[in-house]
């Protein structure tokens, strides 16, 4: 018998966490972490908290970039993965058809009516991956186009329509694959009359920035994209599972039916790694047309009985717990609050998004003093005026937040769905209480900033 035991060995090294991944893993990552105070030790989560070892929570506005939807260790799914594992399933023997995938696919295409099958890969790069091939392989066609400003993923294919020069430096060629400006449907219309575009991938809301698609852009995008025998995808890797305040934010537009639709981060329950790429039947039975052809796409741990207890139990959740409208209300509350804080604060400019994904994006102000300091900021490198707001809302305040891309001068909010009054209560008081210390003029806040400002230059 084996002498391994998990509580032991975490008790003995887990302090030296940060040492491990400078030596052996991403060593940027503590790097970034120390440089802007975020090295923190965290020692449980429950729900939208974490615990630090002082017995201090932290309320988490990011969730995982948004793979935590019902927060962290919800008792549903964390039973869910008991019973998975004490069934000892004959999973995974490549050679049966399990109950369980075609379960989670049923269960899914019932909140996407048009769609007929499903792919289970297991991330949202995967998903997009799935699509991307499903779509080319289907019209024939070689090129995808996407939209300026989005973010698909980071493997190859992905990478290829990722609208983000500062990912796809470096890692050419890529796939033959055009960029649109999001809502230019000219621009949309002049690539298609080239004949050779397969499919257009869009994000119903972006999550670098969070710009949502024009009304009507993506059914007049459907319009045209079907006249010339192309496909949509809909990348709701991010925004699908009620994170919008719809189960998948295509849904906010009438007519809106995607060809192929891509999903994960918050089907996983936070714990096992899934994703999912919904399609049309007729494009699956292009792709797997005959006996011979019925692994030309597949993934090693794709449809395993983990990740797909983990999806069904949190679908049954979000079911019982009306986790969509949930978030719906909860996302109107907390913005609408914090939208009526514009007036009061000239560094604040807009509070854009819809449900619980959330943009707040800071603007040049208007009085001479804040405007040379802004000034100083942006000439260093734009973005650290966002980042200058995160790290007392976690220093100070003990909130997780985190800027919408480099850059930008946006925080995005993506908490758990599961959040209340009592979390949007916390997060305005907060971001009032940082908002008031800016347009102060002085304080520990703009001395963080030129501690930036002195990396940046140091770092260019």
């Known amino acids: 018998m084996t002498g391994f035991d998990l509580t032991r060995l975490l008790a003995e090294r887990g302090g030296e966490r940060y040492d491990l991944h400078t030596r052996h893993l991403n060593h940027q990552l503590p790097r970034m972490l120390h440089t802007i105070g975020f090295d923190k030790v965290y020692e449980r989560a429950e729900g939208a908290y974490f615990w630090d070892a002082e017995g201090q929570d932290y309320l988490d506005m990011l969730a995982g970039f ?20 004490d069934a000892q399933l004959a999973d995974l023997t490549r050679f049966d058809c399990q109950p369980l995938p075609g379960l989670l696919a049923e269960q899914l295409l019932g909140h996407a009516p048009h769609l007929d099958r499903v792919f289970f890969g297991n991330s949202g790069t995967e998903a997009v991956e799935t699509a991307l091939k499903f779509a080319r392989y289907a019209t024939g066609k070689p090129r995808i186009l ?6 698909h993923g980071l493997t190859t294919g992905s990478l290829s329509v990722n609208g983000e020069d500062g990912f796809r430096d470096g890692f050419a060629p890529l796939l033959p694959d055009t960029a649109v400006p999001l809502g230019d449907l000219d621009a949309l219309a002049r690539e298609l009359a080239k004949g050779d575009v397969a499919a257009l991938i869009v994000e119903p809301i972006q999550g670098k920035g969070v710009h949502e698609a024009p009304p009507g852009y993506l059914r007049a995008a459907q319009d045209l994209l079907h006249r010339h025998k ?18 998948f934010a295509y849904q906010h537009e009438d007519g809106v039916a995607p060809d192929l639709v891509c999903v994960a981060k918050a089907l996983s329950g936070g714990y096992v790694p899934v994703g999912a790429t919904l ?16 692994l030309v796409h597949s993934a090693s741990f794709g449809s395993n009985a983990q990740a797909m207890a983990a999806g069904l139990a949190v679908l049954a959740v979000m079911e019982d717990e009306q986790t969509v409208a949930h978030a719906r209300h909860t996302g109107d509350l907390l913005r609408g609050r914090l939208a009526e804080l514009i007036p009061k604060y000239e560094l604040l400019h807009d509070v854009r998004g819809r449900g619980l994904m959330i943009g707040i994006e800071f603007g040049r102000p208007t009085s001479l003093g804040l405007r040379s300091r802004w000034t100083m900021l942006q000439a260093a490198r734009k973005g650290l005026f966002a980042q200058m707001v995160v790290v007392p809302l976690l220093q100070r305040h003990r909130i997780l937040t985190q800027v919408s891309g480099d850059h930008l001068e946006v925080i995005k909010l993506i908490p758990p769905l599961i959040i209340g009054e009592r979390e949007v ?15 102060g003029g002085g304080g520990l806040m703009w001395d963080f900033g030129r501690t930036l400002v002195k990396q940046a230059v140091a770092h260019r």
């Not at 996407?146 to 973010?151: D, I, M, S």
């Not at 192309?230 to 189960?247: C, H, P, S, Y």
């Open 425 to 439: 209560d916390r997060f305005v008081d907060a971001f009032t209480a940082v908002m008031d210390d800016a347009h």
């Open 279 to 294: 399609g049309k039947d007729w494009i699956f039975k292009k792709v797997y047309s005959s006996m011979d052809r019925v």
């Open 66 to 85: 948004g793979v935590m939807g019902l927060g962290r260790h919800h008792p549903v799914v964390r039973r869910a993965l008991h019973d998975v594992l």
């Open 230 to 247: 192309a496909l949509l995808i809909a990348d709701e890797v991010q925004t699908g599972l009620g994170r919008t305040g719809d189960f």
């Open 146 to 151: 996407y939209c300026t400003h989005a973010f």
